[in-house]
C-alpha cells in the first residue's frame, strides 16, 4: 500500500483519505499523505453496533427453550433491519423479542448508535451524543458492545472526522458494494480466474458506461442537422468511459444474465 500510494500521480492533491479500521492502511496514508485528512467509512464502525445486537441475542438464545430458539435463529433479520424497513410481520416479530429487557435496551443503543450518524449536525454534536450514549450501556451487556467502543477509543480522530464533512459526506461504500458483487459473481461462477473475473467485471456487454457527444456545434453555438450524422474529418471527439456501473451490475445479477 505505502508503495503503490508513492507512486500515485498528483498525490499531493489529495486531501481526504477514507479507510478501514486497519492499522497498516493509516500507517500507509501518514506515511506518504501527511496531510490528508483520514477519515474511517462510517459503514464499518455502525456495522460494530449491529454486532452488539447479534451478540446479545445468541446470549439470549441460551436461556430459551428448544421452539424458542428456533424462532430466533429466523427471526435475528428483524433486529438487524432498521425500523423503517421493516414488513408488517417483521414489525410484530421485533415487538416480541423487545419484549425481552436484555433485546430492547440493545436494540435501543443499536438504533440510537445508527441515528447519531444518520442525525448529527456537527462533530460536537456527534461527540456529545456519543457520550450520552455511552452511559445508557448497562453493565449486562457491556461485553456485547466492548468491541464497538474500543473501536470508538482507538480510532476516535477518524470516526468523528466523518462530521467534519458533512456538506460532502465521504465513505466507501461504492467500494464495498461492488467488492461484494464481485464476491457473488465469483461464488455464482464456481471460481474464476482472475483475469476472466476482472474482464467479466469491466467489459461485459452492457456495464460499462460510456458517453459521446451527440453532435458538433459550430462556434456560434448552433447546431445543424448535418453536425447531428457527420462527423467532419480531424473532429476531435471525447469519448468519456465512466467504467462499470453498479446499478448495471446489480440489475444483471438480479436477472440472471451474468450467470450462464
Known amino acids: 500500500m505505502t508503495n503503490y500510494l508513492r507512486g500515485m500521480p498528483n498525490k ?54 428448544d421452539k424458542q430458539r428456533k424462532g430466533l435463529i429466523h427471526d435475528r433479520f428483524a433486529l438487524l433491519k432498521r425500523p423503517d424497513k421493516l414488513n408488517a410481520h417483521e414489525y410484530l416479530v421485533l415487538n416480541h423479542w423487545l419484549g425481552y ?46 468491541p464497538l467502543t474500543r473501536a470508538v477509543e482507538n480510532w476516535h480522530e477518524g470516526i468523528f472526522a466523518y462530521f467534519d464533512l458533512l456538506l460532502n459526506p465521504v465513505t466507501n461504500a461504492y467500494t464495498e458494494c461492488l467488492n461484494n458483487l464481485i464476491k457473488l459473481i465469483n461464488k455464482n461462477g464456481r471460481g474464476y480466474k482472475f483475469d ?23 462556434p456560434s453555438g448552433i447546431a445543424s442537422m448535418m453536425d447531428m450524422f457527420v462527423s467532419e474529418a480531424g473532429t476531435d471527439y471525447q469519448i468519456r468511459d465512466h467504467g462499470s456501473d453498479i446499478y448495471t451490475l446489480i440489475q444483471k445479477i438480479l436477472n440472471g444474465s451474468f450467470f450462464p
Request: net charge positive.
Open 12 to 65: 499531493n492533491r489529495i486531501e481526504i483519505v477514507c479507510i478501514d479500521m486497519w492499522q497498516p492502511y493509516r500507517d500507509a496514508v501518514k506515511a506518504i499523505l501527511p496531510e490528508a485528512k483520514i477519515v474511517i467509512d462510517k459503514f464499518h464502525i455502525v456495522r460494530y453496533a449491529s454486532d452488539a445486537l447479534d451478540a446479545t441475542r445468541k446470549e439470549l438464545r441460551k436461556t430459551l427453550t
Open 196 to 218: 476472466v473475473l476482472r474482464a467479466k467485471i469491466l467489459f461485459s456487454d452492457g456495464v460499462r458506461k460510456v458517453s459521446t457527444p451527440k453532435f458538433n456545434r459550430h
Open 101 to 146: 429487557p436484555i433485546m430492547k435496551l440493545a436494540y435501543e443503543l443499536k438504533e440510537s448508535f445508527y441515528d447519531l450518524f444518520d442525525n448529527s449536525p456537527s462533530r460536537q454534536a456527534a461527540e456529545q451524543e456519543y457520550g450520552a450514549w455511552l452511559k445508557r450501556i448497562a453493565p449486562d451487556i457491556k461485553p456485547y458492545f466492548e
